[in-house]
Each structure stands twice: as structure tokens, then as C-alpha cells.
T-cell receptor
Framework: GAVVSQHPSRVICKSGTSVKIECRSL??????MFWYRQFPKQSLMLMAT?????????EQGVEKDKFLINHASLTLSTLTVTSAHPEDSSFYIC?????????????FGPGTRLTVT | AQRVTQPEKLLSVFKGAPVELKCNYSYSGSPELFWYVQYSRQRLQLLLR??SRESIKGFTADLNKGETSFHLKKPFAQEEDSAMYYCALQGGGAQKLVFGQGTRLTINP
């Protein structure tokens, strides 16, 4: 089946530094990937839609200059949290759709736990 | 605006009992509705989609446009059904999903 990986699974960084999270579709191509944020005991909130070869589409209230998204290939999207602050600590999850099949299903990554100290 | 509401954060039933997880949505057009499930220490995965009208792991869900609901049902709960369940909506031509708050289902032995 379609598999999405994320790296790293956990990261701790100091306030003011930047952190990059990778999302890869391992056995399929994805022109579109999605980035979500999940706070403890809460639902997934879509942050942005990542489009291969073009700019990401950010949801209302999400700072595009703070959460940089790059989707340079059909199998890789990256989310960079710039100048991280403790309030950015969260669980970040990506998902991807299989471009070839056009199926509706989104395949989710395992998530990345970011802790900003 | 698109909105998905799952009124129950927690739901606990005994093994063998029927279970129903409620989901209501708000959307002006014709939505696509999904149920996603997250088992302990696993990633989110699709359980079922309303258009498929299929039963997965004994679960079914019927889209009721009049009541704007998409409740998930299973006649006889099993312990392995214990998980977090999310109802999600995809509206119009948008590819993005809007998730409900989730319901944690616990099946007691």
C-alpha cells in the first residue's frame, strides 16, 4: 500500500532556531501534499496544501513566512518552522494523495513531535 | 464555511454492544464525507467513504443530507475497535479535508 514517511519523528530545538521536517511518499508520486498541526487531545488542523513545483496554499491564520513549505519533487515536501518559539511546539502531520490514480484517499505520515525549549 | 462536529469526545461501550459515533457537518454544497481511524501508536488511516457505501471492519456510515449527518455504526463492537475516530469533509473541488474534533472509542471487555 501507499506509504508516507516523515523525518524526524521527534525533534527538540531551542527558541529562535529553525527546524525542517520532511514528508516523503515512498512508493507513489504526489503532486499534492498536506501539512496538519495537532495539539494534544485536539483534532488535526490543516495548515497548508503543498503543490509540487508551485507555491503552497496556506490556510487562514497560518503565517507563510514562519512555516515555509517546499515541494520540490513528486515525492518530497518539506516544512520549515523558522524562528521557532515554544508555542510552535506541536505534533505536525503530513499527508499525500497518489497523483497517478487520482484516488481521493489521503495517506498520512506518522507525524513529527516538535518541542521548542 | 465547512465544519464538522463530533459531539462526543469520549465513548465507551461493552464488547458485543452496538456502537454509534456521531458526526454532523455544515456545508452548502454536496460534500464528500469520510471516517478516519487512528489506532494506538499508529498513523491516521481511512476507514470508509460515503460514496463507496461499503462496510469496513463491520462499520457502516450513511450520509443523511436532510440531517447533515454521517454517523458511524457497528452492530457488535469488538475490543480491537478501540481507537480515535475522526469524521472528515471534503467540499467542492477542494482536495483538502476538514476534520471533526474526534471521538475516542473504548470497548470494554
Amino acid at each position: 500500500g501507499a506509504v508516507v514517511s516523515q523525518h524526524p519523528s521527534r525533534v527538540i530545538c531551542k527558541s529562535g532556531t529553525s527546524v525542517k521536517i520532511e514528508c516523503r511518499s515512498l512508493d507513489f508520486q504526489a503532486t499534492t501534499m498536506f501539512w496538519y498541526r495537532q495539539f494534544p487531545k485536539q483534532s488535526l488542523m490543516l495548515m497548508a496544501t503543498s503543490n509540487e513545483g508551485s507555491k503552497a496554499t496556506y490556510e487562514q491564520g497560518v503565517e507563510k513566512d514562519k512555516f515555509l513549505i517546499n515541494h520540490a519533487s513528486l515525492t518530497l515536501s518539506t516544512l520549515t518552522v523558522t524562528s521557532a518559539h515554544p508555542e510552535d511546539s506541536s505534533f505536525y502531520i503530513c499527508s499525500a494523495r497518489d497523483s497517478r490514480t487520482g484516488r481521493y484517499e489521503q495517506y498520512f505520515g506518522p507525524g513529527t513531535r516538535l518541542t521548542v525549549t | 464555511a465547512q465544519r464538522v462536529t463530533q459531539p462526543e469526545k469520549l465513548l465507551s461501550v461493552f464488547k458485543g454492544a452496538p456502537v454509534e459515533l456521531k458526526c454532523n457537518y455544515s456545508y452548502s454544497g454536496s460534500p464528500e464525507l469520510f471516517w478516519y481511524v487512528q489506532y494506538s501508536r499508529q498513523r491516521l488511516q481511512l476507514l470508509l467513504r460515503h460514496i463507496s457505501r461499503e462496510s469496513i471492519k463491520g462499520f457502516t456510515a450513511d450520509l443523511n443530507k436532510g440531517e447533515t449527518s454521517f454517523h458511524l455504526k457497528k452492530p457488535f463492537a469488538q475490543e480491537e475497535d478501540s481507537a480515535m475516530y475522526y469524521c472528515a469533509l471534503q467540499g467542492g473541488g477542494a482536495q483538502k479535508l476538514v476534520f471533526g474534533q474526534g471521538t475516542r472509542l473504548t470497548i470494554n471487555p
